[in-house]
Nanobody
Framework: QVKLAEYGGGFVQPGGSLSLSCEAY????????MGWYRQALGKQRELVAD???????NYADSVKGRFTISRDNAKNTVYLQMNSLKPEDTAVYYC???????????????WGQGTLVTVSS
């Protein structure tokens, strides 16, 4: 079984910074993609940023230039550094990962439990 443990989040004033981290653990053979999604109240879940095993990154237009995604493959961990936060960044942030297990069935896709980020004055 593969699970994700998320850390970080909380409350910050507009213009502030927060960082999130997410560690995958369990019967992992390989992690292909890791990413962060968010869901604001009353809205659909949307991609914030994702990163491949090789380090190729993809960002939502709304966070480009403000958020930075990175990963440590040796630690099976993905990070999200969020700068210049805006009230519209307020949401529950979810970590996602997909890849291969050491046991059958090989393929997996898992989601974290979510962590709340609140940006408000």
């Amino acid at each position: 079984q593969v699970k994700l443990a998320e850390y970080g989040g909380g409350f910050v004033q507009p213009g502030g910074s927060l960082s999130l981290s997410c560690e995958a653990y369990g019967t992992i053979l390989q992690i292909h993609n890791m990413g962060w999604y968010r869901q604001a109240l009353g809205k659909q879940r949307e991609l914030v940023a994702d990163i491949t095993e090789g380090g190729s990154m993809n960002y939502a237009d709304s966070v480009k230039g403000r958020f930075t995604i990175s990963r440590d493959n040796a630690k099976n961990t993905v990070y999200l550094q969020m700068n210049s936060l805006k009230p519209e960044d307020t949401a529950v942030y979810y970590c996602q990962a997909d890849g291969l297990r050491t046991i059958l069935p090989r393929s997996f896709e898992v989601w974290g439990q979510g962590t709340l980020v609140t940006v408000s004055s």
